[in-house]
């Protein structure tokens, strides 16, 4: 099926490690690119592929992926990453859509 | 580095169509492998690709519009376009414009990736 599924909602301890996870058919064939949205501002990229970090964004955040699964992985959170991510990834299911975005998930930082 | 700035109307009345320009700075919107999307995001909602306009003037849209978005692009102006004909209730959002990558990686899978995003327009369609 041509779809992203993220989990709504994922909380975690200040300074503890927290994944979170997109799903879809389409992961076995294109990566994942995620963003950070806090509340009344644009997404911003945070991870794109295997490996790639745009300038300025922390060290403790990077992905990974399994299967129909990627991953992006925050290292020691903080209070700043409190937001709401999004991934997104190219579709291959012949639908035409092209791109898919998931649902998102909210992280809350305890 | 390329900023984005959206602009237009914030409130459309339904069956009228939604303009929206998208104006690229600090650099040429012809430069670069880019593609250029719109993407909308309904309050409380995900994030919802309209389309795409490569820098040739080829568009791509996402088919769920029903051929109502059309997108495209001034060279000269750098800027590029966004028409959404029909408008409903449903199409109110918050409408971004982004720069698209592309690349691939290990055994050639593939890669897109959004950035930079323009910090997005409210449109309201009411009466």
């Known amino acids: 099926s041509s779809e992203l599924t993220q989990d709504p909602a994922v909380s975690v301890a200040l300074g503890q490690t927290v994944r979170l996870t997109c799903q879809g058919d389409?992961?076995?064939?294109?990566?994942a690119s995620w963003y950070q949205q806090r509340p009344g501002q644009a997404p911003v990229l945070v991870f794109y592929?295997?490996?790639n970090r745009p300038s300025g964004i922390p060290d403790r955040f990077s992905a990974s992926s399994s299967g129909n699964t990627s991953y992006l992985t925050i290292t020691g959170a903080q209070a700043e990453d409190e937001a709401e991510y999004s991934c997104?990834?190219?579709?291959?299911?012949?639908?035409?859509?092209?791109?898919?975005f998931g649902g998102g998930t909210k992280l809350t930082v305890l | 580095q390329v900023q984005l700035q959206e602009s237009g109307p914030g409130l459309v009345k339904p069956s009228q169509t939604l303009s929206l320009s998208c104006t690229v700075s600090?650099?040429?919107?012809?430069?670069?492998?880019?593609?250029w999307s719109w993407i909308r995001q309904p309050a409380g909602k995900g994030l919802q690709w309209i389309g795409r306009?490569?820098?040739?003037?080829?568009?791509n849209y996402n088919p769920s519009l029903k051929s109502r978005a059309t997108i495209s692009v001034d060279r000269s102006n750098n800027h590029l376009s966004l028409k959404l004909s029909s408008v409903t209730a449903a199409d109110t959002a918050v409408y971004y414009c982004?720069?698209?990558?592309?690349?691939?990686?290990?055994?050639?899978?593939?890669?897109?990736?959004?950035?930079?995003w323009g910090q997005g327009t409210l449109v309201t369609v009411s009466s």
């Open positions: 982004a720069r698209e990558a592309y690349g691939s990686g290990t055994y050639g899978r593939g890669l897109n990736w959004f950035d930079p």
């Open positions: 600090g650099g040429s919107i012809s430069s670069g492998s880019y593609s």
């Open positions: 306009v490569y820098t040739s003037g080829t568009p």
């Open positions: 389409s992961l076995r064939h294109y990566y």
């Open positions: 592929g295997e490996k």
């Open positions: 997104n990834s190219r579709d291959n299911s012949g639908n035409r859509l092209d791109v898919l």
